[in-house]
RNA sequence: UGCCCCAUGGUGUAAUGGUAACACACCGGUUUUUGGUACCGUUGUUCGAGGUUCGAGUCCUUGUGGGGCAGCCA
């Protein structure tokens, strides 16, 4: 039997086993917490999960991992499926640990017959003084030797809530001498009087995590349970459970690295954190890692999947240049979005030969690498807006801009050259005069003479008032987690990560545009219409800059 | 001074004992009605030391460096 190419060390493990005879099929989970919103490194992990299972015409489940009601919230449940089905995967079948309560209670119960359970009435600071060091081995329990019958007692009034908070836990009864730490007798079941999202009060003991997570992976059959390297050590936890209890077959949990971003934060906690303290607007905040704040942004999924598939999978710690995550954002979009003309920072163009009433409307192209994307008209007139950056009095060497007495083409329209300016009382430019040559219509001249630049542009009498919010990194440095000593990570909050543009100037089509709509701004960057859109005030958000040739020279000067 | 994992250009990933390659970034060029796109090209890589082998990035030993583990979190 064939089977597809492996292109990771997962993917050989996969290609082993299914020709080992191993297992006859493929099935995946994604087993997120309901605890906060999905980022880019949880769709690394989804991207893999399902890619896995339809790589190899299998399935993928996703599951809930909700064992701590403390931190799971229904909100969390809902921004996931929807995160999870915006990125383009459906999952085989919809799953809760907390369907499994019940059963898991049921072998709890078998575990403490078989007597490789008991019940401990240390407190967590005794627990913690009774498991010993990295360096030192742990004492058993005092409560370690109780009889079957006692522990069984003793569980089921833990279930019946006869008992307070911390005053006993259900423990594995495994090896307090093991050099790894997971293996000291881990607690499997908690007393928590707090109700449960989806089981409301009926359980006030929930199972932990080690206990839990490796026998819903064997209820559901999965064959490869793929999780993050923290999760190495607790490898011999997941085996011996399921050694402990029958279950239907024994699925394989294999570690790979999680994804480290440059200039941004991953973990939850942090991003909670940016959330709560108001640094940024919200999950969904464009500037977020996560992935609702990348699909406000105009990330498109197939970027973020592209992503994936180029970033690999491996054990090795690494952290990605976000500058990769750019580029497939561009590739994406260069292929998909429209281009519109959007003047960011306007200055006021008059031509001083053209007609003074006169509209014309021109043939624009909507996208040259799509032929399909057809054509739209643009009107165009005696004034007009174009970005300030597009004229310069002192043109610096190089530059093929408009400057007094230059030539430059105005995008599908013509040949315009300037005269004069007129300054304000702060002495800046303010209105730009120039002559147009009306032989040049459409951006071209009979006589094949070159102009080096072109810019783009909107006719003052329709341009539609727009505000733009331009992003940059969320934190200055690299690497926001390396902060010295007695310091914060939140120091390294890029104050100037978010920057609005008010009072740009857009071309008319844009007013019918939906929110979530992706356009390139012609010789700008990519840019989608933001929630925050109304009709008679559009909000864009740009979503990645076109690459920038002059940017580069002028720095160099 | 316990146990586990990892080590290939600037950043990632591949090479499965037989010519170290691909992508991004960088630098240079060609094309261009977007200083975009596309295309071409340059620079640059196996952590150190031993060993096995005709042959080692790959196997072994060891050193060094990095990461993880002492929640009644996941």
Redesign the pocket.
Known sequence: MNYPE????IE?IVTTDLASGKWTHVHTRFPP?PNGYLHIGHAKSICLNFGLAKKYGGQCNLRF?D??PS?EETEYVDSIMDDIKWLGFEWSELHYASDYFQQLYDFAVHMIKEGKAYVCD???ED??QF?G???EVGRNSPYRDRSVDENLDLFERMRLGEFD???H?LRAKIDMAS????LRD??MY??MKVPHHRTGDTWCI?P??DFTHGINDALEQITHSICT??????RPLYDWFLRQIPVPCYPHQIEF?RLNLTYTVMSKRKLLQLVMSGAVNGWDDPRMPTIAGMRRRGYPPEALRAFAE????????????I??LQ?CV??QL?KTAH?VMVVLRPIKLIIDNYPDDHVEWLDADN???DPDAGKRQIPFCKELFIESDDFKEDPPP????LSIGKEI?L??AYYITAHSVVKDDCGHVATIHCTYDPESR???SKDGRKVL??SHWVSAKHAVEAEVRCYDHLFTQQNPEDVAEGHDFMEGFNQQSIQTLIGCKAEPSLVEKNVGNRF?F??QGYFCVDNDSQRDKLVFNQTVT?????A??EKKN
């Open positions: 492996a292109s990771n060390f050989e917490e991992d064992t701590n931190k240390l407190s967590a627990m913690r498991r060091t990295l360096t908070e911390g005053t836990v050099p790894n730490m997971n881990p607690a908690r007393i929930y932990m995590y390297l923290e999760f190495e050590d607790h690295a180029k970033i690999g999978v491996a054990k090795m710690f690494s952290t990605i240049d500058e990769l580029f561009r590739e260069n281009r996208n040259p690498e190089k530059y093929f801009r083409r995008k599908h459409g951006g071209w630049g072109t390139q012609l010789r076109l690459k920038d040739a002059w580069k020279i």
